[in-house]
T-cell receptor, first 113, second 115 residues
Framework: KQEVTQIPAALSVPEGENLVLNCSFTDSAIYNLQWFRQDPGKGLTSLLLIQSSQREQTSGRLNASLDKSSGRSTLYIAASQPGDSATYLCAVRGTGGADGLTFGKGTHLIIQP | ETGVTQTPRHLVMGMTNKKSLKCEQHLGHNAMYWYKQSAKKPLELMFVYSLEERVENNSVPSRFSPECPNSSHLFLHLHTLQPEDSALYLC??????????????FGSGTRLTVV
């Protein structure tokens, strides 16, 4: 059974810092990996999608990498801003026919002004 | 709005009530999902529908009953729930059941409280 772990569980940094969020998964047989952000009490907003054949994806100040063989992904946030404060979720889609996404518990990020 | 709309946003129901959650997408996606998000736990997949056929029932209690009348609409019918069923229920959709090619789109969720 796929398991997804996110480290750290919580992170608080001053505005302007670059930071890295980590995600690991136990089964490397995946179709893709997706990073989301979730604001308190709200739904999920997709940030980046990495297909299993890709190594990284970039969107603005965000960069996500994927090392499928080692079961790891990182989300890099450059020049952090208070508006980046949210919970960041990593999810993988396995290759089983009836699989959906398997999620980690998330990293709760606070950017201090 | 993300393109996936869920109603109602909040719901309080007694343990003997019957209610339904609704999800609607106009993204042209062929797969739809129900997820449950409880405090301190990862999101849990409940049901998967692909081309209007249920392809996964992740050991969900029978007091939760999904319905997918067409590729744009998904319902979750609730009856005789327990207080531990209180959670955020999220609907999602994707182009196909593998999440290709653009991944998954989530709605804003329904916050359910069972009293």
């Amino acid at each position: 059974k796929q398991e997804v772990t996110q480290i750290p569980a919580a992170l608080s940094v001053p505005e302007g810092e670059n930071l890295v969020l980590n995600c690991s998964f136990t089964d490397s047989a995946i179709y893709n990996l997706q990073w989301f952000r979730q604001d308190p009490g709200k739904g999920l907003t997709s940030l980046l999608l990495i297909q299993s054949s890709q190594r990284e994806q970039t969107s603005g100040r965000l960069n996500a990498s994927l090392d499928k063989s080692s079961g790891r992904s990182t989300l890099y946030i450059a020049a952090s801003q208070p508006g980046d404060s949210a919970t960041y979720l990593c999810a993988v889609r396995g290759t089983g026919g009836a699989d959906g996404l398997t999620f980690g518990k998330g990293t709760h990020l606070i950017i201090q002004p | 709005e993300t393109g996936v709309t869920q109603t109602p946003r909040h719901l309080v129901m007694g343990m003997t009530n019957k209610k339904s959650l609704k999800c609607e997408q106009h993204l042209g996606h062929n797969a739809m999902y129900w997820y449950k998000q409880s405090a301190k736990k990862p999101l849990e997949l409940m049901f998967v529908y692909s081309l209007e056929e249920r392809v996964e029932n992740n050991s969900v209690p029978s007091r939760f009953s999904p319905e997918c009348p067409n590729s744009s609409h998904l319902f979750l019918h609730l009856h005789t729930l327990q207080p531990e069923d209180s959670a955020l229920y999220l609907c999602a959709s994707s182009q196909d059941a593998r999440g290709a090619p653009y991944g998954y789109t989530f709605g804003s969720g329904t916050r359910l409280t069972v009293v």
